[in-house]
């Protein structure tokens, strides 16, 4: 049986962390070669994207597009890992706040930001994963970084009242770039309203140009029918595209980096002239620089 090449899209469920989803697949799949772009909290659910066979090379570069998220926030408790999966840290609760007041605070988490990772993630600290340092007892603080939020609505708010605690659940939508913590915005939303924040609810609705509507839920997935996008597909829908004539596509098969003009910034998905992937490549300083050769 030959090894698949291409991108599956999941709709995760809550639960299984995205490790599980990939173990899942590879028992389907019946092959090692399979790896997922972007984390999902165990809670979270939504848009998983995996890759099988030559496909996972593309996965770190899928990662890198924005996101979008559906989400509730819980003002008035704040928690270890700013979700609902956590300790609870703090209760100061949360009175009733008018729209408006609402509407203010999330303006100031638009467009760029400085944004501090939640402490439970999956960020390194000299070479180990902060979530391990913390599990462990040690008291860490990461270093802000620098995100881009590209929209934040608020839909429905709620009143509603926790263990005798009187708190506020607000509905909200999110698309940001990679590296964004909407764990952070939620803690980080209800500071800056003079209360704590935690994330209850979590779904991701897209990854780069791939969004719920292409998503197959984990249980339906079978052996037989994998819903594989195939290999050029998934790159040309993910990475602008360069078709090569004959000459330059062989030296690309070969490694070479060509001569190159403008062309637009990130990954570009590298194609000879029948359409087959051979590459994604970079064009910088006047050439085409190969990040992975495909054949």
């Known amino acids: 049986m030959t090894a698949p ?4 899209v999941v709709d995760k469920p809550a639960g299984p962390t995205s490790h599980d989803v ?9 092959t090692r070669r399979v790896g997922h772009a972007g984390t999902l909290d165990p809670m979270a659910t939504g848009v998983l994207i995996i890759g099988l066979g030559r496909a996972t090379r593309l996965l770190g570069h ?3 597009g924005a996101k979008s998220y559906d989400a509730t926030i819980r003002l008035g408790v704040g928690t270890v890992t700013d979700d609902a999966q956590g300790k609870v840290t703090e209760t100061p609760g ?3 706040i008018d729209r408006r007041t609402l509407e203010a605070a999330v303006a100031a988490f638009r467009g760029d930001i400085s944004q501090v990772p939640s402490a439970v993630s999956a960020v390194k600290v000299e070479g180990r994963r902060a979530y391990e340092l913390v599990r462990a007892g040690e008291d860490i603080v990461l270093k802000p970084r620098d995100v881009t939020v590209y929209s934040f ?3 429905d708010v709620r009143d509603a009242v926790v263990d005798g605690l009187s708190v506020l659940d607000v509905d909200v939508s999110v698309s940001c770039s990679a590296g964004t913590y909407i764990r952070a915005l939620a803690r980080d939303l209800g500071a800056a309203l003079g209360t704590a924040g935690h994330l209850t609810a979590l779904r991701r609705t897209s990854v780069g140009p791939w969004s719920l509507a292409d998503a197959t839920p984990l249980d339906d997935l079978v052996a037989s029918q994998l819903p594989l996008l195939p290999l050029s597909s998934a790159a040309a829908r993910a990475f602008p595209a360069i078709n ?3 000459e330059d596509a062989e030296r690309v098969r070969h490694g070479a980096r060509l ?5 637009p910034a990130g990954p570009l ?3 000879d002239p029948e359409g087959e992937l051979l590459a994604l490549a970079e064009a910088r300083d006047a050439r085409l620089m190969l990040l992975a050769v495909l054949v």
């Open 269 to 271: 998905a590298v194609f």
């Open 153 to 155: 609505d608020i839909g």
């Open 22 to 30: 990939v173990a899942a697949v590879r028992r389907l799949a019946q």
């Open 5 to 8: 090449d291409g991108v599956l």
């Open 244 to 246: 090569l004539g004959a």
């Open 259 to 263: 001569p190159w003009g403008a062309a």
């Open 62 to 64: 899928i990662a890198q």
């Open 94 to 96: 949360c009175e009733p």
